[in-house]
């Protein structure tokens, strides 16, 4: 059994370098001390850097992004620490990094008692971040090998759509960390069904972390609405709806933590002993290019 938090996670304008420490350091910390292995936090939580920005420069959506790179390795270090001290495993949601090839990509990386244990981009792009943004696409999959399992991030969109969730299953992945940030209802239940699709086809555990809140004073996070909440496949012994567990509201005004165990052996379980064979009954005939339309 391992304890997981998903963060609900609220966009506060902090306008300085310590009030963002301390405001990261208390949300850890309050979920570490309720005994959490696993905190993550939601897509493009790293932007409320732009906070610390002057108030033109954050109000600029391309301004916000270019000014935050600077505060890149301070923010690496912070959340390297708090995993080290605090001994999770933490996720501390993603943001737009300058590559060497001079594009920008959204990066989420994972950090453990060990320390940096890699990142993993965005793969498909949304219309908002490939139109107006100009943030590319990343490339490949990565699987982490923690103390708590193989895990992968799959971050927002990408969880619409069905191979990328198949290719981690099929490299052992047994939970995936979904950050999310959507604009809209209609966006949170988009993310929400690609989500639950995916722990039913794979028979595996899918977390998902939103962002909430407005946020009049940045361009790219001004209106948040999600639900924090574990997925499972409806098996034997896992909940009939497939949703262990949920947070209440789509748009609080303070962040908060959804705080669920979960059993990764019962999940396994179920491919071997469940109703139906989702994960198994996917045969290769059926792969992209290979079935016949009659």
């Known amino acids: 059994m391992i304890k997981l938090a998903a963060c609900q996670y609220h966009i506060d ?85 300058l590559d060497t090839d001079g594009c920008y990509r959204n990066r989420a990386w994972l950090f453990g008692p060990e320390g940096n244990l890699g990142s993993q981009d965005k793969l498909i792009m949304t219309r908002f971040e490939r139109e107006q943004w100009q943030i590319a696409a990343g490339s490949g999959l990565r699987v982490f090998d923690t103390a708590l399992g193989k895990l992968g991030i799959l971050i927002c969109y990408d969880n619409e759509f069905p191979l990328l969730a198949r290719r981690l299953s099929d ?58 909440a574990l997925y499972l496949p409806p098996d034997y012994g896992l909940p009939a709806d497939g949703v262990l567990a949920e947070s209440a509201e789509l748009c609080p005004d303070r962040s908060h933590w959804l705080l669920c165990e979960l059993d990764l052996d019962a999940v396994r379980r179920v491919r071997q002993q469940g109703q139906v064979f989702t994960r198994r009954d996917w045969p290769q005939q059926f792969a992209p290019g290979r079935l016949e339309i009659l």
């Open 13 to 97: 304008l902090l306008p300085s370098w310590d009030a963002y420490a301390r405001h990261l350091t208390d949300l850890c910390e309050d979920a570490a001390g309720q005994g959490a292995q696993l905190l993550l936090l939601p897509e493009y939580a790293g932007l409320v850097l732009s906070g610390q920005l002057p108030a033109e420069q954050r109000g600029d959506l391309h301004a916000s992004i270019a000014g935050i790179q600077a505060l890149l390795p301070a923010w690496i270090a912070l959340c390297a620490g708090l995993a080290q001290r605090l001994g999770v495993y933490l996720q501390p949601g993603s943001l737009p990094v």
């Open 171 to 228: 490299a052992g992945v047994d939970l995936i960390l979904a950050p999310s940030c959507t604009d809209s209802v209609a966006g949170f239940y988009r993310v929400r069904i690609g989500a639950q699709a995916r722990a039913l086809e794979n028979q595996i555990a899918v977390l998902q972390a939103p962002s909430v809140g407005l946020a009049p004073w940045s361009p790219a996070l001004d209106e948040n609405y999600g639900r924090a």
